[in-house]
């Protein structure tokens, strides 16, 4: 009679933990720690003797290393194991930045012209950085984020924009006869120039399909825009993880909406015109 041979695993099936999807850690992720519920985006990783680590930041700043540990994290509220970064194919052809212009290798950054492009908020302002950073630093060109579009004309005359300090400023749900329609009239002339998109927020300028959602959510007017994004996507209420989670979808200027890059180059295009 032929012996049977049994697994020294006596743990029944039912008690085995499922297997969870393996995710790379890259940059600009946005996972939540198991055990202390701290979430923050992706920042690196390392190798250390006792293996590999993650340094994740918070809204705030605030930066915490955690070892990638089987099933430490929650993407989505869904437990995931952190495994290296994805190593990124080399380039065939012609290398081109985030916003699909030609990359000029070992270029440096131009000295800052005396023009400037304000942009409203600070989402707007990593946005833009995020497609169009490589661009603006040869131009040198510098943005910049108002706190509200209320201080627009005092910015405007502070800054006494002429032929060689154009200004160009891009504006949130900028659309006829609302108050920002109003306030961009007041303060374009020959050398400062309002452009604006037609979103509530800047959010809905990355493409639903990028973020991994069907559409962008309906939120009742009188409730915080995004915070009711949110609260319709089952995502925590923290708006600044939130934003990092969608800002990481962001890989080139495929992933907004044609009325966001239009505006965008046309600012770019008026600040940086011969003699400005």
Request: with cysteine.
């Amino acid at each position: 009679m032929r012996s049977r041979q049994y697994s020294s695993d006596l743990t029944p099936p039912w008690k085995k933990p499922k297997p969870v999807p393996e995710v790379p850690a890259d940059a600009g992720l946005v996972v939540e720690e198991v055990t202390t519920g701290y979430c923050g985006a992706v920042i690196g990783c390392e190798k250390t003797a006792e293996g590999l680590t993650v340094t994740l930041e918070d809204r705030f700043g605030k930066r915490r290393v955690f070892p990638m540990a089987p099933r430490g994290f929650l993407l989505e509220g869904r437990p995931v194991t952190l495994v290296r970064p994805r190593s990124r194919p080399e380039p065939s052809g012609p290398a081109r930045t985030a916003s699909g212009s030609l990359a000029v290798p070992g270029a440096r950054a131009r000295v800052a012209r005396a023009g400037r492009i304000y942009v409203e908020g600070r989402h707007d302002a990593e946005l833009v950085e995020r497609v169009w950073g490589d661009d603006l630093r040869i131009e040198g060109v510098v943005v910049e984020y108002l706190e509200g579009i209320d201080d627009l004309p005092a910015i405007v005359d502070a800054f006494a924009p002429g032929p060689d300090a154009r200004l160009g400023v891009l504006v949130d749900h900028l659309v006829p006869g609302s108050k920002e329609s109003r306030i961009a009239a007041q303060v374009t002339g020959a050398h400062a120039l309002v452009v604006g998109h037609p979103y509530i927020d800047v959010w809905q300028a990355v493409k639903p399909s990028s973020v991994g959602i069907a559409a962008w959510p309906e939120v009742p007017r009188g409730q915080d825009w995004k915070t009711g994004v949110c609260r319709a996507l089952g995502w925590p209420e923290n708006t600044g993880a939130a934003w990092q989670r969608i800002l990481s979808r962001v890989r080139s200027y495929k992933d907004l909406e044609p009325a966001l890059l239009g505006r965008v180059e046309e600012l770019i295009d008026f600040v940086t015109a011969p003699g400005a």
